[in-house]
């Protein structure tokens, strides 16, 4: 029986690993020192993000230096001690995704029994790299409203870019749809998309758009990257964005939503109303009905009282998206009169040159 129970627990695993890959990871730096600015070497350095239950221990080098490398995003408590001094305890650390923060720890004289406690966020200066870029964040896409819920019109949030206006991004999934975006004058074809870490740019098309549209629910947040940014990147010479999706915690979060336009609620078009509209009269409504919907659920696995009881060591999160377009075209178009059926012309202008 648990020969079969392992088989199937490692089958569950398995399925879960594609998307387990795919989160995007960012990087914690820093030194270790005293009040009077002294480097402590072999300090214990604990980085841990509560939530998701990620922990990763490290120890300071001779020059009291430690590095967190390609951990995930999201809020961290930093925890170090060392033999003479206090323990400390860095709260309210948030990691962006392609971030590099910098957390300096200073511990004071004292037992390893007693704790300082410092609460409140890092200040964001970017001190590690010269890379200018901007990150959208999760309060931004939650809040800003996007006709038709790609999250690729928040790219323009960024200063330096700007939308092709032969391409709309306002659809999902089909062509036109692309984010052809422009930044800082290059080429629009020259932009490198990721998602979690993966190439994602369609390069039958020159890299334009991506391959994928994740949905917008779906997105934690995305960093755009203008110029500067490091060689492991490569690949295009336009900007890069870094989308980064959401992944479960120890709680069970999700929801459902629906996106919907329909001529109901939309005005008609301005240049139809110009072209077709009847003498003191209105055109037909074009007819437009958008609905996209979808939902969202995320968590931990566990099996109760076999696997992950604690809920600190596997999560998930699934997301999921329909998007039904049906979009009407009003043709303008001159056809025969009834006399003109018959044979008699003199309805039409004799001054014309048809």
Not at 252 to 261: L, P
Not at 292 to 299: E, H, S, W
């Amino acid at each position: 029986m648990s020969r079969y129970f392992s088989l199937l627990l490692a089958s569950l695993v398995l399925c879960l690993i594609p998307s387990a890959w795919a989160q995007d990871t960012a990087n914690i730096v820093g030194t270790v020192m005293d009040a009077s600015g002294g480097v402590i070497p072999n300090a214990k350095v604990v980085v841990s993000n509560p939530d998701k239950g990620f922990t990763r221990e490290l120890t300071s080098s001779s020059s009291g230096e430690y590095t967190a490398a390609r951990i995930p995003i999201g809020n961290y408590v930093v925890r170090a001690e060392a033999n003479g001094f206090r323990k400390l305890v860095r709260s309210g650390i948030t990691l962006d995704v392609g971030q590099t923060l910098r957390v300096d720890l200073q511990l004071s004289v004292g037992a390893l029994t007693q704790e300082v406690t410092v609460s409140g966020s890092v200040t964001k200066v970017e001190t590690e790299n010269a890379t200018i870029s901007d990150v959208v964040t999760s309060r931004q896409i939650e809040n800003l409203n996007l006709n038709g819920l790609n999250f690729a019109s928040l790219e323009t949030l960024v200063a330096g870019a700007v939308e092709d206006n032969s391409n709309s991004v306002s659809q999902l999934g089909h062509t036109g749809a692309e984010p052809a975006i422009s930044f800082n004058g290059n080429r629009m074809e020259y932009s490198n998309l990721e998602i979690d870490g993966g190439n994602d740019s369609d390069e039958g098309s020159g890299g334009n758009g991506g391959d994928v549209t994740p949905a917008l629910e779906s997105i934690a947040e995305f960093r755009i990257s203008t110029s500067n940014y490091g060689a492991d990147i490569g690949q295009h010479a336009g900007a890069v964005i870094e989308v980064a999706t959401k992944g479960g915690t120890k709680d069970f979060h999700g929801g459902a939503y629906e996106f919907v336009r329909n001529d109901a609620m939309d005005a008609n078009d301005w240049f139809i109303n110009q072209t077709i509209a009847p003498p003191n009269g209105k055109a037909p409504m074009t007819p437009l009905k958008w609905n996209i919907f979808g939902y969202t659920l995320g968590g931990p696995f566990y099996i109760p009282g076999h696997y992950n009881t604690d809920k600190r060591k596997t999560f998930f999160f699934w997301s999921e998206e329909w998007a039904r377009y049906r979009q009407g075209t009003v043709v303008s178009a001159s056809v025969p009169s009834q006399r003109m059926r018959q044979g008699d012309f003199s309805e039409c202008d004799p001054t014309s040159p048809n």
